[in-house]
């Protein structure tokens, strides 16, 4: 399957955790299906977390994808 068309962007973004944690991030790209988001620290995510990215468009449960150091892809769930 191709990988979808990333738009790139540098906007303001935000995690949340079941247990009401918030973390700020940056969204460095993102399509209709998910985003990369850089966070200031490198905590560990859950595997699920809400995804609150109204900037461009994206808002909803999201799968942790892939974590490498400030840096994660994170897949819009359904």
Do not use: C
């Not at 809400?50 to 359904?78: I, K």
């Amino acid at each position: 399957m191709a990988r979808q068309e990333r738009a790139k962007v540098y906007r303001e973004a935000a995690v949340s955790y079941d247990s009401g944690y918030r973390r700020k991030g940056i969204v460095l790209d993102y399509s209709s299906k998910g985003a990369r988001v850089r966070f200031p620290t490198n905590e560990s995510l859950p595997p699920i977390v809400f995804l609150h990215a109204r900037a461009v468009g994206l808002e909803g449960p999201a799968r942790v994808v892939w974590q490498h150091g400030l840096e994660a892809g994170l897949a819009l769930e359904g």
